[in-house]
């Protein structure tokens, strides 16, 4: 069986990035760069909720994969179940 993985984008979305928004971050030097339509994710909640579920034990902790965190979709749904 082959084990998913997600990112946090994926677990919780991301906000649209508009054009005249993409080129302020070009100009900064911030990111993201580049004009993106809103990502819907797994749970509908804030990135800070996210973490505070995960520092009160709900939702499992994240495992690293170089720089990148990323969880298991499998534990992330039981801990989701476990909130209803």
């Known amino acids: 069986m082959q084990v998913e993985y997600v ?3 994926d677990l919780i979305g991301r906000p649209a990035v508009s054009q005249a928004q993409a080129a302020q971050n070009r100009a900064s030097g911030r990111w993201p ?42 534990e992330v749904r039981a801990g989701i179940d476990g909130l209803e």
């Open 33 to 74: 760069q580049m004009a993106q339509p809103a990502q819907r994710g797994l749970i509908p909640i804030g990135r800070t909720t996210f973490y505070q579920l995960i520092k009160s034990g709900r939702i499992p902790k994240p495992t690293k994969i170089g720089r990148v965190s990323v969880w298991r979709l499998s």
């Open 7 to 9: 990112r946090i984008t």
